[in-house]
């Protein structure tokens, strides 16, 4: 248990399906992949178990994510399931084939949003439990709550006092009022679930209230309104399908409302598309003169930053304008973008071997780098940064390490 409401998550999945067997019967059991109806998603995994005079079914229980591994204690009748994909092991009773039990072993910290009313951070455990941690401002307490399959993603709109959050395998946005607490309807994206650890990006812009979502897995391209709770289009095309094996860091949205467009960054491809909001009407591309970027400088989510108010779309070190879709410069020693001013920009730098990632300010005249403050050293998954104006910090969550860090940011405004 971590925190001040990790533990163990009860039941979890419920029990035998199909008629189940006698308690007195005698089972084997072996594990395999879940079926995709109802509220299961592939990446689900089920225990089946089945007699052993006859081999025939006699039931199996719903488990975690990517389940791989399931051992059996004779003396207590009990099954433990490793829960690769969720950080989680899953209890067993062999002989009543229902779950006991299942608990956190591992934690993540994938990223973090603030809420800027209240000064409470929203910290994304994918790999932990598939939860969100609230950390309230002032407080060195968490709480965590579940937050779809796979939460990847999140945004807030503070004046709808709403926390979105993307659930990767079965494809959806949870919300939930800031306020009260109170889960809000899940809003499907319209696509496919995906079957991998091939993530998708979301943006969401609070002044128009839609949210946009891509999945790489199987090219699945989405825009929902999140205040109505309904998708307003949604297609899947073979240039962003990147495959089950691709990895994270392959395609990236930004949603422009002033604009009434959505931009979408193909890393893959190295191209930005652009297509009406509301409509899907393509609108342009652009070939980035960078070309592919290198695999292991790529970043997982939020590539992509849009500074809506001054018109720019920010995609690694390329600057482009987006009401012309054109490059406008390129500025160096960043890779990823998180809060940009009239006189700074702000970002994250990938290192290399031993090399940790670094904080790094920009003048955006000369491009020339500024300041650069070391982090921490990282492998696949690199770090996700938010900047807070009001309290000028900027929060990096280290996936590795399961923890946010928070540095203070002066220059910023």
Known sequence: PRGGGGGPRGGGGGGPRGGGAPDDAPRESVAADAPSEGVTTPAERRVVFFDRATGAPAGEVLVRFEAKSLSADSASGRLYVGNGGDGSVTVI???????????????????????????????????????????????????AFDAGKWPTDAAIDPERRRLYVLSHYDVSLRGWDLDTRAALPPVSFGVSENRSDTLGDFDYDPAVGLAAAIFPETG????????????LWSRTDATFAAGAKAGPGNAFVAVDGKRDRLYVVAEHGARVYAYGLRDG???????????????????????????????????????????????????SGIGKVIWTTPDAILGLASGTGAEPERLVEVDPTSGAVRASWPL??????????????????????????????????????
Not at 117 to 138: C, E, F, N, T
Not at 220 to 231: E, H, P, R
Request: hydrophobic fraction near 45%.
């Open 93 to 143: 009773d062999a002989a009543s084939a229902k779950i006991v039990t299942t608990f956190d072993v591992g934690s993540a910290a994938e990223h973090v949003v603030v809420d800027a009313k209240s000064g409470d951070r929203y910290v994304i455990d994918r790999l932990g439990g598939s939860q969100v941690y609230r950390w309230p401002a002032g407080s060195d307490k968490v709480e």
């Open 376 to 413: 921490v050293p990282t492998g696949m998954m690199k770090l996700n940064a938010v900047y807070d104006p009001a309290t000028r910090r900027v929060y990096v969550a280290d996936m590795a390490e399961a923890r946010v860090m928070a540095w203070e940011w002066p220059r910023g405004k």
């Open 220 to 231: 699945g391209l989405s825009v929902v309104d999140a205040v109505a709770g309904k998708v």
């Open 281 to 331: 009407v393509a609108k342009g591309e652009l070939a980035l003169s960078g070309g592919e970027p290198d695999r292991a400088q790529r970043y997982n989510i939020n590539g992509a930053w849009l500074d809506r108010a001054a018109a720019k779309l920010y995609v690694g070190p390329v600057v482009i304008s987006v009401p012309k879709l054109a490059e406008v410069t390129t500025v």
